[in-house]
């Protein structure tokens, strides 16, 4: 889920910023340190907005630098379990698929693909429901729900464990699929219904 949150941090400003305007030196320190980074806490760091407050500045002996006490607005993106996320399938093996949700990758396995007998085709490369004739392919869009997060210290070291195997979940194409599937097991129904009502 994104969100926009308040921070607040002591940042140093080298003496080569000391001509510019303040707020703008302070902005830009924040965005080359803080952009991209993974906090457990708050999670993805994906924008460092503005900077809202700067306090006075302190001269700490034997470094040239200014350290300013400031309060800032950030764009963050902190993945929840049993959130439902869109994305982009960007890699396919034998063993899952790989969604490009927000700034993180997620791994749908194999097992949560789809509520199907699925076959790997290494050519596609993608994957394809025995019953269902579902297809899962590269570039795909995606709704994924997540079931595990495990943020730590930088995106490539931050996992999302994704399941696409619940209703409404999958390919846009799949909910056509699993509607007209309803529709013929509820005339078989009825089917048998008339055809015990005749006996």
Known sequence: ????ISLK???????????????????????????????????VMVAVLEVEKVGEG?????????YYES????LVYKP???????????EITEFGAFVRTGPIEGLIHVSQIMNDYINY???GPGFIGKESNKRLGLEDEVIAKIVTCSLKGNIPN???GLTMRQPGL????????????????KKIREAKKEEKKKK
């Open 170 to 185: 999958g390919r846009e194409e799949w909910l056509g699929i699993d509607l007209k599937k309803k529709t013929k097991e």
């Open 121 to 123: 085709d290494a050519k």
């Open 158 to 160: 931050s996992k999302l």
């Open 58 to 66: 302190k001269v700490i002996p034997g470094d040239g630098a200014a």
């Open 71 to 74: 309060e800032y607005k950030a």
């Open 80 to 90: 929840e379990v049993k959130e439902i996320v869109e994305g982009t399938i960007t």
């Open 9 to 43: 941090d002591t940042v140093r400003v080298p003496p080569k910023e000391f001509g510019k305007k303040l707020e703008q030196s302070i902005l830009k320190i924040l965005k080359e340190e803080y952009e991209g980074i993974v906090d457990e806490s708050i999670g």
């Open 1 to 4: 889920m994104y969100a926009i």
